[in-house]
């Protein structure tokens, strides 16, 4: 869809009110986070609302978020127009699921921290109790107490 060079965002701008690398704007937009068309000269241009994307993004990577699992709840949004007020609603929905989950995890991290976590190195008193002879290894790999960080 070709718009007049007049409209739309060119990817510097994009990177300067971003402050994102143009080299990771083009990398967002292979795991189809943003979605530029091409103007009739062929040079990409972005919606405004793109800025909110890159935004998101940015913000859930900071928290630790996989970019894998940004996009999924990304996915959802209409790929070449402004998404609504109700989209983000949607995907705030799911997001929050996701933000809830990592809350609980963390707080569980922060209460179990000096006690044992059935990681295997039987080195506090506690192991004692809650991992005698690392039997917790026979459940899996990793801190096995730690139910919210384990698979
Ligand atoms: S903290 Fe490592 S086994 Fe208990």
Known sequence: MAVKSSQGLTIG???????????????????????????????????????????????????GFPLADIAAHLAPLPAHKAPTKADWSRIAKGFRRDIAARIAALEELGEKLDGCIGCGCLSLKACQLYNPDDAKAAEGTGPRNLTRTVS
């Open 13 to 63: 701008d994009l990177a300067d009110r971003t402050g994102l690398a143009v080299s990771a704007i083009r990398f967002y937009e292979t795991h189809g986070i943003v979605h530029p068309v091409r103007n009739a000269g062929g040079h990409r241009r972005y919606g405004r609302h793109d800025l909110r994307r890159l935004s998101f993004v940015m913000a859930a990577q900071r928290l």
